[in-house]
Structure formats: structure tokens, C-alpha cells
């Protein structure tokens, strides 16, 4: 296979998909960072992806790896070309790995990409795209070297800069709540008020307790997100995090009209059904309460996970409301030049 | 002079405030938690087993039982429960192994425990968890043990199936005698076992997803140690079978009856709200209450419970210790209806996420007038490790002090360096008398630790800073003696003159598969003064005692 040097020509545009996993559609829009074309999820609510690289035909094979230098920049071997500073190393295989990450065949990457680590250590695309793999596998102890190897290499490979924002996520995961910051705080710093990382700052100080810096994170997410190719479910997280600090303020009205917010925008995110409800039940909402969990269900079903056993959502005091249709409409738009959804798809539950 | 006092002063606050020593070797606690094969290969091999705190021999301390555990090829014939007499003197743990001499020869295949005086003899009994048929063990009264399974309804043929891992006796009915909640996991058969599963990429034991789960069981008393199953009547029946793992029955809503809290494993948690008397009816309302799942409305593989006050509202709150990449939960009772789940307010939080938590308790151990958190940990899965699955094997237990309104993980215990074990279950108590609280840790197939307390007052002539109190209902006929569902509660001034008030529960249920100690424990900040004991019995009968004088061990009876 060979190892080929590659013109920086593709520009890094924010991908925004929905979540495969539980714990990560409550946590992550790590994945909205992640190259286009579907990379990560598969699915795209954002206007246009960018062009994938190319790879130039007649790029020259190399033939022995790169080593790593005392400064972490790769030192290539004799003979191999030298790129310009905007170009990187590739192998054309890691657009494969790309794809099948874009189809959440993760251990499929993960062979993938240890196969072209294997015949090129240190490549730092290799190692950020095997970083990303094991991430998604939630082997997050196991990514968070490849992400530093990413870095640390210098490539100037077109998702390096997000790999502080991986390994921050790698790192919450495994309660490393100071390097998580750390490394939201570089990713921010490097590419300017990127949303996620900022939702995710926010998440820190939640859990840290901070909770106006919690609000302002999650607001400016929110902002940042206002125009229009929002990707819909990050502002919905973010709106649910609002409902999160109203709720640990024992405020439940004010949670429950933000996680409706929530919800207008992204239906499919069955923890904010919980938390609706929840939100409910301490308003003494009994039958909506029980409405939302039947929405809860249904989100459930739509992503593909098992269903709320009936029984827990329909005490034997209580019937669920007679109302219609509960789901939000998926695509509820936002009111122009607004951060918050219009108000008339917002659900009445 | 001067100098000397500075040099104190700097050694003083380099000493860790929580201080423990392993005294494992001296104590005499000379046994093996067993259960299963090593590596474990299928779920009955990695839950370990609990222990029970009982004073079998009525001479005032606590003894301890451990039920232990089998093997799947000879489930029937393990190395057998054992009972061991304390026989400390004050500072120093001590135990004797006198399984033999008290008759006690068990060795199916046994998970939890329960003390009660089923039968309202003044000596405590004992019910055995079982993978199996389960087990009634009669205190005679002469130190020595009767068993009593097959008389007492507890042990029914249709029940030889059940996989019984945690129970607790308590008075649900309010008839003044002990019934009992037996809480049941899931159908394994050591003939068919399931096929492994997968955890983050690798190929793990199955279960317990996949598994069918087994209904717990209620069981009222009929006054005699004889047992009715009344599981369907009170509506415990109700609920769907789930994989359940532990119990604790206490007074959550504050309207004076006992509610029920289960842990479930990869399930819903239950919050059984008790709704009648007469008989008794319960009504399963974990999910509305929010202490079904965690704040994001997943369910979590909850084992171990600890009870405690931790937002100062008089109400009691509950932590439950859950599987690795996910958090411990704290649901703070807001309101006695409703729960909030609070883990990372109170930084308990991530620090949990790379462990997989069994049992755990809230005790003030630094006598600081707040509760500490301890819980132990180790993983289920033999191929753990950082890097495989982000969490090890054998971990270390989580030691966490309350300073002001947030846990810190302290990491220096003094002499007890918090070393990693395969840990699962544990019992707090004051061993020895001295007035802290003690641990006795059981680790999965490795040897019991005794784990003392060095609590030491800031000099030699500084007051005293603890108390201990066990309510005790005497009254002829009555079983509930511990006087489990009764409501505790100490105000004292500090130096400043400031009010602090600190609440325990007699609550039915422990740590993990084991039983809470029935001697409620306080600690007491520097200059205390003015300490006055309210105690509820279960009743709603209150009584009051006035200007306690600190440093006391209490029988509050009833006559």
C-alpha cells in the first residue's frame, strides 16, 4: 500500500449527525466536528459537506515509516519527499477507515487503521482516525494515545486540530474532568468558539457544580448555533442542559418549557422525554408526566433501542392523557436569527 | 516551646484527618469469602457474597456471619458458612471462629444475609440468601443455631429455583414482629449456561442481560418465625421481575411506614411506597419518584446503597454504587416524594467512572459532625484492565471526605494505603468499641480484611467526641427489637454557638448483600456542647433525652 503525501485540499466542515449510542447522544457532538461525508454517523442535517482530500497519482511511495523526532514531529526517512508545511501524510486507506467510521463500523477501522499504523508509525492521520475508532468503541483509555500521537506529529492532516476535542471526551469519560477541560479550552483555542467544545465546557462546570458558567456555556452554544445550518439536535442538547440546571435549581416550570424546547428541535432524544416527564411529575403533571413517558418510549423504539416496559410508564392510578400525536415534528425549524425554536412547533404535551 | 508547638501544629495537619489500619492479621478474621472459580467465568462467580453484623450471643457486641459461597459444579457444597464471636477489647478487633461450636453447617451456595428476631425470642436469627432453596437459621438462645427453613414457609419447594441475593427483615405490617424481603436476581442454570456477551469489544460472561430476571418476595410473619408469602397481596407482585441485588427498607416518603428501595442490576430501581396496612400493600413508584434511574433516565447496574442525610433536610437520600464508565447516583430526597439526581453537585460524580462500585455507607469517620463515603470496588470481568475496558481488575476502595458542600477523594487513610482488590461487600460498625466506626471488607474469593478506625482526638484531654446509640424495643412479644424504621436525630451547638443537626436511620438492608450495624453513630466537631437526642421509634412514639454527655455507647430501650 502505498504511503503517499497529500495537498491539504479539503476544508474541514462541521459534520453534525445524530448519535449511535446512549451515552453519547446524552454527552457528545463530538461527532458533528468529524469530517465530511457522513464520517462518524451518518447522518447529515447540514447543508453541504466538503470535497474529500485527493490524493495525488503521483505521489511517491515511502519506504520505511517516520520516525519521531525529539520535538514529536515526524522525521521521514531518507529519500522521502519532502511535502510543503500545508501538506500531510496520508495512505489512501484511511479514506476507507473514514467511511467505514462515517458507517459506524468501528472495529472494522480499528483493523483498518492499526493495519496502516502497523506499515507507517506515527502517521498522524492513521493515529487520529484509530484514536477515533477505539473512542467510539468507548475504549476511551485506549484512544486517548493515538489522539496525542495525532498531535503530536506536527501533520498537518485536516481533523488534527479536533483531536484535543476527541481526547477531551476520552478523557471525561474516564473522570479526568481537569484534562477534559484542559483539552475542550486548546480545541477552543485553536479553532475558534467551536460549538461542541463549548457545550461540553459546559458540561464540566455542571458537574463541577459552576452553574452559571454552566448557563453561559450552554447559552453560547446555543448562540453560536443560531444560524442556518444549525444542526438542530446540538442546539436541543444544549436546551436540555438548560433544563438540567432548572431542574438542580428546583425550578421545574422553567425546566419543562426548556426541555420542550429541547425536544421541538430533536424528537429522537429519549433522555429529554425522561426528563420532561420527571420535570412534570414534580409539577404535579401527573398525566403529562405519563405522556412524556410514553414519548420517551417511542424515541426509544426510533433509535433502535428496546422499549420502557408499559407497565412503568402507566401507574394503575393514573391513564395516560387522550391526546394525539405527541412527537414533535423532526424538523421543527428555528425562528430566523433566533437561537430559540419558533414557537409553533413546539409540542403541546 | 514555642517551636515544639509549631512543629506539632505542621505534623498534625499533615496526618490524613481519616485514618485506618489494616488489622486483618491481629484480629484473628482468619476466612475467604468464596464464590465460584477463579477467573470467573459466569455471573453467580462475580457477585461475591455479603455479611451480617449480630449479636448472637446477647453480650453487646457485634459478631459477624458470612453466609459464602460454592462453585458451579457443587453449588450445594461449598466450604461453608461461618460465624465468628468478637471478643475485642477497646482498640483492638478480635474475632473467634466458633462456626463449629454454634451448629451452623451451611455450605449451599449463599449470596445475602438478614438478623432479626423472627420469632420474638430476645435472640436474634438468621436468613440466608440462596442460589437455592433458602435458609432460616434459629438462634437457640445458647449460642447455638436450629435449621429452622422448612417450618418457617421461608424455604418452598416452588422456590428451589430462585437465586435469592439480598433480604432484610423489617416490620411492614406494623404488627410489632419481623417479615421479611427477599429480593431474587435471575434464572441461572450451571447445566446451560448462557452464552458470553461482549463489553467494549472483548468477549465477556453473559448476563445479566438476556438472562430472565426473578421476581422478588414479600413475606409477612405470623407472629411465630412461621412466614406467609404475601408477595402478590401487597403488591410487590406487581412489579416486573428484575435483576435485584440489594435492599434497603426505611421510611422514605415521612409519613411514618416503611417504603422499600431495591437496587436492580442493568434495570429499573424500585421505591416500593407503602399504601395500606391491613394487609399490607405496597405501590412500586421508583420511576415517578426519580430514583428509578440516573438524572438522563438510564437505567444503571445498581448494587450497593448507602443512606444518609447529605443535603442537611432531614430526609434520607440515596447513593447507589454502579457498574464502571458510568457514576455512582445520589438522589437526594427533596421532598419525601420526589428525587433528584444530585451525583455531581456533590462530586461524586466522575470520580466513580473508572470504578465498578459494591458496597458502600455514610459514616462520619473523622467525627467532623458529617458523613464520610467508603465504597468498595473491583470489576466483574476477569480481562478488566485500564486499558482494555478503562477500568482495572482490582481497584482500590473509594475514600471520600465531606468538606463543606462536596466529597474530596482523600488518598492517604494513614496506615491503610487503599490498596486494589476484587472487593464486593462490607460491614461498618464499631468493632472495637472505642467509640469510630470500623470496616470489615469481604473481597471476592480473597480473605477478609479488618479495617480499624484510628480516629484520634486532637489531645489527650480533648472531650469526647462520638456517641453511639441503639434503640431497643423490649416490650415481650415484640421482634422488631433493633427497632428497624425508627428515626434518630441529634442537635447540638458548636463553638460558635451554631445549631447542627444530624439524623439517622434504623433502616433495614446494608451495604451490599450484608446488614447496616443497629448502633447508629455520630461524630461531633471540636467544642460541641449542648447535645439532645430525639428518637422516633417506628411507632411514631417520641422520646427525648436532654444534655447527652458525649463519648457514651447508649441502649435506648423500651420497656
Redesign the interface.
Known sequence: MPFTSTRRSAVLTPFRGTLGG??CA?LCGLCSLLVAHGAVHGYQDIAKPSAPPTVPPTAPPVASPPATGPTGQPVLPPGTRVVPSESYADDPRLEVVRRMLGDQQY?QARVVGEAVLKEHPGLGRAEFFLGLALSK??????SRPHFEAAIKTGDPFPERKHAHHFMAWAS??????DRAKAEFEAHVALVGDEPDSIFALGIIA????RLDEAEARFKKSIELQSGPTASKRDVAKAWARLG?IS??L?DPAKAEDQFMKSLALYPDH??V???L??SR??LGK?RE?VSA?EE?KKARERVGLRPT?S???K???LQPAPSGPQTPAPNAPLAPGSTSPAPSPTPKL | MTLLAIVACVLTSDQPSIRFTDVTHASGLDAVLSCGRMPSSQIPEVKGGGFSLIDFDNDGDLDLFMPNGATLDDPEHGPGARLFRNDSTTGTPLFKDVTAESGIHHTRWSFGSAVGDVDADGFDDIFIACFGQDVLLRNRGDATFEDVSAKSGLAAAERSNEWTTAAAFADLDGDGDLDLYAVNYLSFDPAHPPSPARFKGLAVMAGPKGIPAQGDRLFLNRGDGTFVDATQSSGVGKANPSYGLNVAILDFTGDGKPDIFVANDSQKNFLFVKTGTNPPTFEENGLRAGVATNMEGLEQASMGIAIGDIDGNSRPDVFTTNFSSDTNTLHLNLDGKYFDDRTAQFNLAAVSRSLLGWAAAFVDFDHDGDEDLLVVNGHVYPQASRAAMDSEYAQRPLLMERRGKRFETVTDAGEWKLEPHRDRTAVFADLDRDGDVDVIIGELNGKLRVIRNDHTLPSASAAKDWLIVEPRDLRKGVGNRHAVGAVLTARSKDAAGKELVQRRWAWAGGPFMSNVSPELHFGFPAGTTEVTLELVWPDGTKDTKERVALGERMLWTRQ
Open positions: 446512549a451515552r446524552a472495529v468503541m468507548k475504549q476511551y483509555e485506549q471525561y469519560h474516564l473522570g479526568e474532568l455542571f458537574d463541577e457544580d438540567d431542574m438542580r428546583d429519549y433522555e422525554w425522561s426528563k416527564a420527571r411529575d414534580r401527573a408526566a413517558r420517551e416496559e407497565d412503568d410508564i401507574p394503575a392510578t
